[in-house]
């Protein structure tokens, strides 16, 4: 079985430019997240997506960011414009059923540095 | 919301000692507590979960006890090697959407 794919797997970029990263989850997984994990913290949910619908985007800065998963598959999540404290790994994860007990798995993340 | 705890921050023992992680969790309605392992710059892993109908589970040297009523879990692994060296993260499950949010990690180093 093929795992959650992400791409890039880095990036570099100065502050107030836009970057995107994509994510492919494991064929069949209806949920999709997107997780920021800044340096030394645990990571920390952005945006849930249930199919091609969000049912949980409250930690999400959507002046700058924005998120989504066009006909229920793969999901693209967008800074723009970035600043310095958005530098993170961005990590993609995904899940079979959303209610219940279920593991997430989770994406190799994008590391971004902003400058 | 859900806030989670984890301690300690940093845990080093010998090759083949016990290691305890601690997590406590605010929000009584959370049922799911996962465990999550991460090796420096790989993806996290589950490596446990138990769910709040149960409380203990174990799978060989690893094992998670949940308190219901203290609002705490813990992750508890014997005979540790140095391969077990990681971050390891708790989480909890809060809502209906299986919305997990984190601890803090705990750094474990397992010396030879």
Avoid: M
């Avoid at chain 2, 016990?18 to 490596?47: H, M």
Wanted: hydrophobic share 35%; net charge positive; glycine share 8%.
């Amino acid at each position: 079985e093929a795992g959650v794919a992400q791409s890039p797997r880095y990036k570099i970029i100065e502050k107030r430019q836009s970057v995107a990263f994509w994510c492919n989850p494991i064929s069949g997984h209806a949920t999709l997240y997107w997780y920021q994990q800044i340096l030394g913290q645990g990571p920390k949910l952005l945006i849930q997506f249930q199919n091609n619908g969000v049912v949980d985007d409250s930690q999400l800065p959507k002046d700058r960011f924005s998120a989504e998963r066009l006909k229920g598959v793969d999901s693209t999540l967008k800074i723009q414009p970035a600043k310095l404290e958005d530098s993170a790994v961005y990590l993609c994860a995904s899940s079979l059923v959303y209610r219940g007990a279920y593991e997430q798995y989770f994406g190799p993340g994008t590391r971004l540095t902003v400058t | 919301g859900e806030n989670v705890e984890q301690h300690p921050s940093t845990l080093s023992v010998q090759e083949g000692d016990s290691a305890v992680i601690k997590c406590t969790y605010s929000d009584s309605a959370s049922n799911y507590f996962p465990w999550y392992k991460q090796e420096l710059g790989k993806r996290p892993q589950l490596i446990i979960d138990i769910r709040s109908n149960v409380g203990e589970k174990k799978d060989q040297r690893i094992a998670v006890t949940l308190n219901k009523t203290a609002k705490h879990f813990s992750l508890h692994i014997t005979e540790t090697q140095p391969e077990d060296s990681a971050v390891y993260f708790c989480a909890a499950s809060s809502g209906g959407f299986q919305k997990l949010v984190f601890g803090t990690g705990t750094r474990l180093l397992v010396s030879p």
